[in-house]
């Protein structure tokens, strides 16, 4: 079952070695396990609904409860403490998007906050239920999953929005075909997800980010529906898929979206490369990209990321043997790791791999075959479980991301690694943060951190914690040129640091569009663009 | 010179052999020519300026004649008949962005409207000059050409908006890069005017469209400037260059744009193949594009596109011989032609050809090698110069452009010869259509269409017919899945074809995207978005 606070499954377990777990003891300190919440003890803390009854709104504690908060670390920190603020009044699980509509005309009536809801693994505060004096009515999506339509001959498959990763990818599969769209998400995400907050796959290198693969779709809006169609390209005025794309729940809902979908590959392969230090990896994977490779991935983890994931890896003896060999072939204490696929017909990924693996050599990079590519493929969607382990020997974690051109990649890296352990050096803190490259463009590249810091014990001082290192994070993002997010979305958490990168015109605008559909501003306020509150009325 | 009615430059000629009119006369009929409009004459015409005086303002007849209108059919017709309706007040070069925020200041204090110019190639009716009782001022960007900075490492390029393509790729080529961008108008168009209208180039497989080429840049609009960031890819909210894309100067004028440069190819090769019918070329070069093969152009036309290219070619000799040849290897009447370009290293671009060529077989194609693609690389910008040969000649030709999902291919491209066909019945004129795809995609192509038909000698009367012509194809279009344009833009020709696609609430939300940098709606009203006009001043 759905682990209520928690990532995933409850009956899914990620075991920590105890060297992994020495390891981290030795770069942080030891965790101090925290009493995990009661989900039957935060229900009986739910407050009344304050909705009027309607016949596709339950009000029942437990649902409300799943649905009031995301992944996110604050979300985190709520659930697992048992200090949930605010949930939602109640919850909807239209099935079709008559009910959708059904459900939107109600909450115009009424004047009730709708917050969108696809598979709830937001981690910047996409859900959070808005202090406000109207009630909060929370649309579930999931049970609107079915494949509609599959047109082979122009690769164009439409779904509706709630269906979740691997429902989706089964559904094309028994046809042949894939999206290839692969977030960490991907078990418990929803292609609506996907499309309004500009979410991005492990392979976009090859079957590109959401926005190349949303190619029209449905939206309920409080003004109505409004159809986008899919053209292969168009230069017919701005394009409008480009609003809806990381619009955030603001225009309404997503209900059906049409995709582009490729056929499954011949051969798909993950190779695992050392190389001796930053500066040479970098080289050789910007050249990758610049030069058109097609390759479907490129991961490259910095010092500090490689040697955390060996050491978590567990096979002490395995990784021993390794690393001797590497520093026999010159990778060090330095040394980065790259994960390098390929998908396609055979013949092109021999020869992708082939020149890559020129390049790699060029700059002194080592390749270790196919072994840690498998690994890391069959853990790709189990690594997130690691939270919950970690959680519960007392640690937090978090990730930021951003991206960045290739001019700014080096310093960035090591201004938000420094810039979280500053912030949390003055609690007397330490923190293990590292880095890797997640997806890779001509242009620049994402840069992903991930945190891992020791829990206090204390809700308000890990919250304040969170939100001073939050901070001093973002601020280091918009200072050195990146964008406040690459693929997680704005939300509320994010949502402080937008108009430094869309201007005041375009924060202006981006209301306009919102209220031409929703003039009452019931949808989802607050994320994206913050919201003024006036006297508790969301504004 | 840059000629005043007509295409490029007025001392290029682009000569028809006899037997190209003869193929000409067969087709349609002898044409009729058409006595010229002398630009002294029109100018003694042109009205006084109703421009308050500004030191950057020019209110030079000819100036004002020169900005009128673009190159489109209609705006032939006014300029070669001499019936030009209405003319600019007034015409500014400014050479910075405080010069175009010095224009656009004065415009608003004296509620002047004002028309963005690039290079003025538009075949859409984005220069028109409205019917309005405000005075009118066109503001010229091409005196802002410069590049103001090169980003090797993160191969950015960032240029004043006014730069014309050869200029533009001059600039790059000095440094060993390319933007690859190559419209048809490439030698009088600039990087704003593709940036504003949605360009793409004839090697858009390889170096994308403008959508993708654009990386950020600066706007200034009546409001105030408008700077927005170049980063590799973003999850930050809506993606605001999408609406600068294709916005047609309402918005305000683009001074400046970030553009995603490319190494200059190791080797670049275009190809002739022809297949035997439509549908053997289709599945071919579709399969091409759905497998992703890195080519950097497919151009496909259709059997009469391909019996016209080898009649207007000359040669008839040679043309003799390769008919005989293509005859005895199954390519006759219903043969169509291909052109395939590769482009990069010289070992991924031989591989490439080569997996192309065993499609091409498979399909009954034949190679014909390199001379037909080296010829068409040599006449890529000189083709349109048989525009003013043809109109010496008497005849019209205009072309429209649509894009559509692969299903309806096949279907769009005869019900669009057919609408134009049948529109010109009515009149007992014939029409010389022909087809070919100039942009394939995996989901679908599009679809571009040439009319050539005699000029009646009145301008009332060939106005009168291009409209009916052009109502019935852009309404074939809309009906057959299409959208209004797939590289020409909207205009004033396609805004009324515009809200099928968009829907009335994709078009509410672009007028208030445009209202709230322009409130009082001087940034050329009319175009995209159709304006109802009230006592001649323009909303």
Known sequence: MRRWNGWGDDSVEQKLSPEALFFLAEQIGEGKPVPDADLQQVCRRV?????????????????????????SLPDWLQLRYGRIERVPDGVAFPENAEQVRELLSYATRHQVIVIPYGGGTS?????????ATQP????????????????????L??????????????????????LGHFPQSFEYSTLGGWVVTRSSGQQSLRYGRIEQLFAGGRLETPAGSW????????????????????????????????????????CEEFHGVFFPDWDSAQVAVRSMVQEKFPLSMLRLSNPLETTTSLALAGHAGLIGWLEKYLRWRGCGQQKCLLLLGASGNRATVRQTVRRAMKLVREQGGVTV?????????????????LRNTLWQHGYAIDTVETA??????????????????????EDDERIHAYTHLSHLYAQGASVYTTFVFRLSGDYATDLAR????????????????????????????????LQAEKGAAGMAALRQVFSTVDPQGLMNPGKLLTAPVSDGVIV
Not at 59 to 68: C, M, Q, W
Not at 158 to 177: C, H, I, K, N, S
Not at 228 to 257: K, Y
Not at 466 to 495: C, E, F, L, N, R
């Open 136 to 155: 909060v009515l929370s649309i579930s999506i999931r049970r609107m999953r079915r494949m509609l339509h599959l047109e082979r001959e122009s690769q």
């Open 227 to 266: 159809y986008l169609p899919a053209f292969p390209a168009s230069a017919a005025g701005p394009d409008l898929r480009e609003l809806v794309l990381g619009s955030e729940g603001r225009l309404g809902l997503l209900t059906e979206a049409t995709i582009r979908v490729s056929r499954l590959p011949e």
């Open 369 to 385: 075959g196919q072994y840690m590519g498998k690994k890391w493929k069959q853990g790709r969607f189990q690594n997130v479980y």
């Open 123 to 131: 981690v910047a505060g996409h859900l959070t239920v808005p202090a």
């Open 404 to 425: 960045c051109n290739w001019t700014a990649v080096k310093q960035m890296i090591q201004a938000v690694e420094q810039a979280a352990t500053d912030a949390l050096a």
């Open 466 to 497: 969170w939100k001073k290192m939050k901070h001093a994070v973002s601020q280091t993002i918009v200072m050195h040129g990146g964008t406040i997010s690459h693929q997680h979305g704005v939300g509320s958490d994010h949502a402080p640091y």
């Open 47 to 71: 407050p009344d609904s304050r909705l009027a009854p309607h016949d596709l709104i339950s009000t029942d504690p437990a649902e409300r409860i799943r649905h009031s908060l995301g992944q």
């Open 157 to 178: 498959a439409t779904f509706e929005a709630g269906v979740f990763g691997p429902d989706l990818e089964a559904q094309l599969r028994a046809q042949g075909y894939t």
